[in-house]
């Protein structure tokens, strides 16, 4: 479209019903996005499928709903995470067929269900209590087409727990590692798997856990070549760049 | 070989030489490393290909001249990293084939010239202080059998610069970006692009740089979702994932 | 007035009614503040124009109000930073003028609506949880007498945005960013403009933002040379300091 | 030049030499920078005078020498910040009207001799180990064509030396304070001043210091409303700032 | 049982009924848990008499109950730690003989009272704040086997009433050290008995006490070299360690 | 009463009631508190007038009114510190002349009207937010016998403000200096006086100010000699040091 | 001998040579030290075989070997930690019979080679930068009378190295394990072991490792609960306190 | 001096030489420091017997040996902290009175042996680590005209050698204790005195030792109310502080 008004432009000079300078004038003016010709949406291609995304955390009920059903009318996947209860209720009176996903606080509405993932995302946490955040990964993993699968509760500390689970490790095309405390699950995901591995530190723990600091600290130091990772608490970031990784 | 070694301990089992009891006390002591039949190792075939990688900070030049030597009779590719000109003249008195990436600081024998990666890895970095980081990630992809390219010195405070660069962004399938001071360039990148960004903080900087920590808790806290987070300085880490992925 | 105080002891010691060791002792104990000719004074012609400003949070409305309502009595524009609607409401019943700037937190009464600065402030924020602190900054630089625009929602991870923006932002003659998260925006923003840049960080984030801690040492370490850094989520002092500089 | 370009191809583009078709893909294989049309830019006119910078440290002096002496071609002032005696000496080897300004370690070329501030910078430092840095920003503000003063060793322990040079301050139209230990200085100065006060902490001091951490928090808290901060130890950066100020 | 299943497996094959190949691969095919003969868990027999452990912070009653009351069924002692007076009225409702103890915000169900430890574990802290570390650690020893002793607020300030617990001391075969603030009661502690000290910092203390950062940095920096150290307000991970070590 | 118990001891011996080896024995088994002739304790006739101390947060209202009615008995001064309005009714209600200090958000019960400190403790407050702290202060002075007095809102920024109250400052023994923010007041009082000074940084402030770390950073790091620094927020602490000194 | 020293003071009182109240003062006088009797040194019986411990670093070679020489003449063993090459040849001149381990750094000289320990002490170390501290660590538990063992090189992200040698865990009384980057490894040998677990986190690693703070944070949120943790790099301390925990 | 030449104005006012409004203006002119009657002064008169003093670190002998003779051409004492035998060296030549105490690594010239001190000053330290920043204490409280005394290598893990030398506490008007690692002697020593405690964090430790910063947090945290904190290694601080307090 912009493309076209570029040429249009080319055209009339050439009709001669712009000049030259007058058209150097009209270009300089056009806002950027508007060029089109611009190659750095040419990826855009590979965003078919991506949901919207609403951070829900801190926004009214009443916005929130707005927002959601607004966006629902353009027929893609809405993920709006961080989300209460309370803020679903608000969404679901506007988007009838939106869903509350509890465990991972987070409202989805799924209009698009193509598979777009090559292969499994696993999602593993130590401790029930980053099932939360583990949660999030699998849900943002699932709304933008993956076939997902979750490995909970195989802490380090039990270490036959985690090595029962090696089919599902083996299974996947991305893994994510959710933990909290020490932060150690990664490192030995890591070493268990040839595919890449993404780390989302948690929260969870208290004193020296530092909100997190520790985890993270750890899984920035893993001796698992394999591992990258994301900020504290970040399962939807997690989940969002499983999916890119496993559409490539 | 292993699966060898307990089929032979069924035979010996059917052929009533060994007795059942003792079969179960033999297994019972057999290394488990030795057990083979691990479907831990499945994703070795991921490996063919990966390089040996020798971490040389520290080593004596004639230790890693032993070691390298050592690891090049096995017809692998071989990378030592953070090497010295001294620690590469040990090498290659022993290993002629050897040679000394001087920007990145490692030494790397090609045996297998094989391209593994689907697609090309793009190294991008933000000041010419970075280059060594940059250059230690083109590096290892490299050696790991990747098609890579690298765009250097565009940091953000120079925008044009990396918007000149679109091309070389949207071309790759893996981009590893690598910045010092604050870190920004990863989001910027990771707005570009729609392929996984591997982000490598460096120690880049002075004062409130605090050795890298700026750029890290930066990236960390990228607001570009496709963006995940490597050590300070571990352009090995991230050219290593980077290829990982790349293989995908 | 105080010299003149100073001039009668003159005077009273020309007269003889008081002798010279008398009015030095006198002098000795005059309180420092009212001597009056300190030239430390003199760029107070300066602050002409200049708001009473109050910080709002943690007093209690009553409290809030009758501070508010005594300095209304000098004329000068008032500003009440970190006000809640409850605070205003106290404010409200005694100064009728007074408005709520809701986004900003902030209560103002202009008084004085005469133009002192002399270009434009332009204030830019990265997310829209930033809106708070850079609309704090907008109110404090408008009720000093700016002439201000503010330039919403550019974050770096959308880089085009921003430069379909550069319109406003070369119509800044002092230009406030306000970001978050990785606070990168400053250092892409000062490499678009030629003036001096004001960079805010904000507590916006989770994680591994500790609370604008990620976001300030970014700006520290901006690798633009035009920026400069207040303290986290001080949009006051960001609004101010751009004022003072718009005045040059 | 570039709009040149543009209109040299729109009038190709009339003159029928060009398609419309192929002029559209023309522009779109033009390197962004090269447009020149972009708005972006404008403020460059403010950059007349500008000196180029190069950041010595880490650079050998052979290197050093080679891009002091190329840049001097082009007629501008260069600064060579953290720069040492040897450094100075290979740059003085090639480019003999270089000076070396050793208590700010820095080689400066002065090809323009022009005053582009409208007032006066003063520089401002707390205690003798400060001034290093002090002396960088005074430098710099110096070879971007400002009337500089300075005002050395008025610590606010001692707040009669510095309230003794309250002619000095008030003389200013931008103040520069360097300051390490507790940074304390620019909250005072900032008191005595209505003009922008540009706070630079130094890593002068030792234990709770902590390499300028103290002092720069100690600026980041300011109690004075017209005081913003640059990076510990950078000079540079306050010395450009104030000029970009004192330009306006 | 599971070494029975191998041991089955090896009969069949033996008997003819299934193929040694098959064997191999139904070796493979089971879970690692289920091999049975793994010796990681010969330790196992050393946990006769370890309570089952229930994180109570962040459960509903209900859930905390349910929990409980499960657990209870299999005979051994239930510890429920960081328990609140309502979530222990659901336990109570559930499980009649569970206990609360209210200073150390646990629920106990005590179903075996056998004597495990060897000797006497001490648990000795500074300040009043301390105590519900401190009994939570006492409470945790107690319901583990073990003779425990406590003697409270001896902090260092007050050198003599910790020396007028000298014979307490001596009866230790572990003792337990809990202290706030400056963290130092361990290291007198540790210079006074021969026996292995575990220390506990907590949170207790405002200001640079850091939630308990001063007083952990104080412990692991002990100039006794019998002291260990866990996380700040783990007094349950400190009752557990000392048990282990006193059945040793 | 002690030496007496020995004396005896050793009149028995001397009677021959005892033998020798049977006094070792008693001698040995007497706890250490009890030997009576300590010379530790030889300081204690140094607090005469130290007040009873009780601190106050985080106490039931009734039990706090009981240790305070139960210490009140012993005829001494009495301060329970961070105390609210509540808890005072309850102390109140059982000691009819306890009084509450708002500000200090001290309750206090004078018994001893004596002045025991030398000369004058002055306590100086940078901001109106700092008040509680240098109130609670001062309150402690005062119960332990000082003559009083308070400087307050004499912030660095508005540094005339400070010198006007030269003669306050002059006029004190011993000097406390509450602040918060940039901490940098203690630095300046301290250039002024020739008397020890407290520094007291307070939690006042946001960001950067990290919950008083800024102002403690900034008091540790003073360049004036005569300053040492107490606990983030402990007003107590100084004004019992203060105390301290000032009986000397 | 002390006991001795009081004897002969009631013997004297008993014999008249002494008075009752002389005696008094006598006592009052005497160091503590020297009383004898006090209970604390009751455990003293539990260091037989302590070896005498001298901290090498920052000791010049000939003060080192003076120190070792003097110490040596009391037949104890002797550790010196710490210690170069350069310092054990001073200390062999003296004492023919001094050892050099050279991996822990340490001087050691056995005279007594009893075996006080009642188990073995395993030391698992991570990587083979952790060997030096692992050493330590070793060396001192050797010194002090301890059967012990080493497994090393079995780092997390291969847990099948660390698995192959749980036959050596199962057989320790204490285990020590020394891990250096993200120090995960204690958690997972506390959950395949039931003694106590000595956590040493080391300096080894860069960047985000912060010299040791990761691992050290890793450790003190140990999921496992026999973990307790000592300093950086201290192998000493953790050797010491297994072999205290070893003697029980 | 000063006030004599306002004295002067106001007789030339008298006499009719100089107007009143002359005055004013001439007032106004004069620098403030010559005002000379400003009270803030008024406490020199306690600086008697006050040294000069150079904090030796960074300073070329040369340098350093010049100003140290010119200062001690005023007859005052003078200390140089931190310096070096070469530096004592450059000083010597010129001052042959000076001396060099090693251990605290000062120079210094007694001229004025007097003794200003009504008390003792005494210096506790822990380790032998810790000396030279308890010399340095010990040295600035002597040259400063006390009476001094130390007490060594009195760590609180061997709490009996410290109580030992109760007699040397108790005869202190002001004490300074200086302590490395967990810094938790201070708190010990201020519950055995009833004086000031001055306390002394140093940077001796490793590890989790952070320079300094832990025994600085355990200082600041301590349980004694009558101590208080200066810098890391501070000992020059600790006794200019303590020599001001024995002087009241």
Do not use: W
Not at 179 to 187: D, K, Q, R, Y
Not at 193 to 206: L, M
């Amino acid at each position: 479209m912009n493309a076209e008004a570029i040429r249009d432009l080319f055209i009339q000079v050439k009709d001669g019903t712009v000049s030259p300078d007058d058209a150097v004038q009209q270009l300089r003016h056009l806002p950027f996005e508007d060029l089109g010709f611009a190659k750095v949406d040419h990826h855009r291609v590979l965003r078919a499928g991506m949901p919207e995304v609403i951070f829900g955390q801190g926004k009214t009920p009443d916005h929130l709903g707005e927002i959601f059903s607004r966006l629902a009318q353009h027929g893609r996947n809405i993920l709006a995470t961080r989300a209460s209860q309370e803020q679903y209720e608000a969404v679901k009176s506007r988007v009838g067929a939106a869903e509350y996903k509890e465990l991972a606080r987070a409202i989805v509405l799924q209009q698009d269900g193509k598979i777009y993932g090559k292969g499994r995302v696993v999602v593993v946490s130590a401790g029930t209590s980053d099932i939360p955040v583990a949660e999030e990964a699998l849900v943002t993993a699932q709304i933008m087409g993956n076939d997902v699968q979750h490995v909970y509760d195989v802490g380090v500390a039990g270490i036959h727990r985690l090595l029962a689970n090696r089919d599902a490790l083996t299974g996947a095309r991305v893994v994510i590692v959710v933990a909290g405390m020490e932060g150690a699950l990664p490192s030995v995901v890591g070493g268990l798997v040839g595919v890449p591995v993404i780390a989302v530190p948690t929260s969870v723990g208290y004193g020296a856990a530092f909100q997190g600091l520790a985890a993270l600290l750890g899984m920035l130091n893993s001796c698992a070549s394999n591992v990258t990772v994301v900020n504290i608490d970040n399962g939807f970031g997690a989940g969002y760049v499983a999916s890119i990784i496993n559409r490539l």
